[in-house]
Nanobody
């Protein structure tokens, strides 16, 4: 297994923007895709967005469509999650990135699809 590393979390105000980064060594070829999940206290871990490296196909949770953008930089072996118009109750959580194998892309919204995870980065949105 490979440990992914998230960064970029922090404390922001409602309406602000934040960009998270996910370093994914050995998981940035066309054989993989990267997903972002988040987990708030007392809640289940939920899917946020995912992107493939082979075609840059992306998928988003309905709750973040139009506000969040996932992207990748193959040279830097990094995936980004640009988060705009942040909301306190909806977006405050620990954010995790994870790597899954390309042939399982159809199940990208399921956490069980992913083999490698990061330790998470806290995002807190104040009102």
């Amino acid at each position: 297994q490979v440990r992914l590393v998230e960064s970029g979390g922090g404390l922001v105000q409602a309406g602000d923007s934040l960009r998270l980064s996910c370093a994914a060594p050995g998981r940035t070829s066309g054989r993989y895709f990267i997903g972002w999940f988040r987990q708030a206290p007392g809640k289940e871990r939920e899917f946020v967005a995912a992107i493939t490296f082979s075609s840059s196909s992306a998928v988003y949770a309905d709750s973040v469509k139009g506000r969040f953008t996932i992207s990748r930089d193959n040279e830097k072996k990094t995936v980004y999650l640009q988060m705009n118009s942040l909301k306190p109750e909806d977006d405050t959580a620990v954010y995790f990135c994870a790597a899954g194998q390309r042939y399982r892309w159809a199940d990208a919204m399921l956490s069980s699809t992913y083999d490698d995870w990061g330790q998470g980065t806290q995002v807190t949105v104040s009102s």
